[in-house]
């Protein structure tokens, strides 16, 4: 019973820490798409992750549009929440390298499930509220044009009809199903571990 309890306990631990890996990248996204930074969904998402975040702003500068001190965050976060996580549950002292490469699993699979819920929200949005003033339909609108924009160049709409989300889709699926899963099995955690 008591480890039964000591389980939901890890558990619980790890999905917030993977909930809060989930906001320090959103960050990282927005910036990186040069998202509105007065949206009150930006200013939320920085003061929730600037705790952690502005301890590598001393020495961390971003290069270009990517924020290396919240990259670094999410890093060192994710990596000592897996070598506490595991040595709590009685496993040891896990690999250094496993680590390594379980937590850049980690930052990939919060990234993917980001782009991947802001798709799904950008479609549900064209349908229902195409010209939405939503500061968070902005926001999702901002965070995808990135990576949609290259995609409606090469995948021009058919009529009505823009295949462009389904291609997105697809890259996605495909970068969590070989990348994530192969980072996973390489790193030698339990896939618990790496992702919500």
Known sequence: MGSQLGNAGLLLVNTLIN???????????????????????SQSTVKITQPVVGLFQGFLRPVGPFDLATLAAGFLLKAISIIVILQIAGFGMPPLLGVAIGTVAALANAILKIYFFALIAMIILSWVAPQASHPGAILI?????????????VIP???MIDLSPIVAFIAISLLDGLVVSSLTRAAGVSGALIGL
Request: charged fraction near 15%.
């Open 157 to 159: 709409p058919l009529g």
């Open 19 to 41: 909930i809060y890996l989930f906001l320090l990248m959103l960050r990282f996204l927005l910036q990186a798409s040069r998202a509105d930074y007065y949206n009150p969904i």
């Open 141 to 153: 609108m901002q965070l995808v044009e990135p990576i949609m924009s290259p995609l409606r160049k």
